[in-house]
């Protein structure tokens, strides 16, 4: 099995740590996941249609994974799993 395979396994436990809202991705939220990341490695972030700013969310969640310097492992609907480079 592959490491993404494994993390994804491995994310269908977790609970989304954040949820991102209308006011999209601020850098207190940005902040806000890379300290989860530090102290987990492997999160869920949950984002809500009004903070996609007219991007797909397949964009938005390649722009989480990006800022926050970390790996998009998985994205379904508006879920992300991120794993700490």
């Known amino acids: 099995?592959?490491?993404?395979?494994?993390?994804t396994e491995k994310a269908k436990?977790?609970?989304?740590?954040?949820r991102i809202g209308k006011s999209g991705?601020?850098?207190?939220v940005i902040e806000e996941i890379k300290k989860q990341?530090?102290?987990k490695k492997l999160i869920k972030?949950?984002?809500?249609?009004p903070a996609l700013e007219g991007k797909s969310r397949k964009d938005f969640a390649k722009d989480i994974a990006e800022k926050t310097d970390s790996e998009l492992i998985h994205q379904?609907?508006?879920v992300v799993v991120l794993n700490k480079r």
């Open 76 to 78: 379904v609907g508006f």
């Open 45 to 49: 972030v949950k984002f809500l249609k």
């Open 1 to 7: 099995m592959t490491l993404k395979k494994e993390l």
């Open 25 to 28: 991705l601020t850098d207190g």
């Open 13 to 18: 436990s977790l609970e989304p740590v954040l």
């Open 37 to 39: 990341l530090r102290k």
